[in-house]
């Protein structure tokens, strides 16, 4: 797995998790 692919996924699931905080 390339770095660049990792901090990607990483980044998404931090968005995701903060939407899901914002939303509450």
């Known amino acids: ?3 660049a692919d990792y ?3 990483n980044g ?3 968005l ?3 939407e899901k ?4």
């Open 7 to 9: 901090g990607m996924m």
């Open 16 to 18: 995701d998790q903060a």
């Open 1 to 3: 797995i390339n770095m």
């Open 12 to 14: 998404e699931k931090v």
């Open 21 to 24: 905080l914002i939303n509450k």
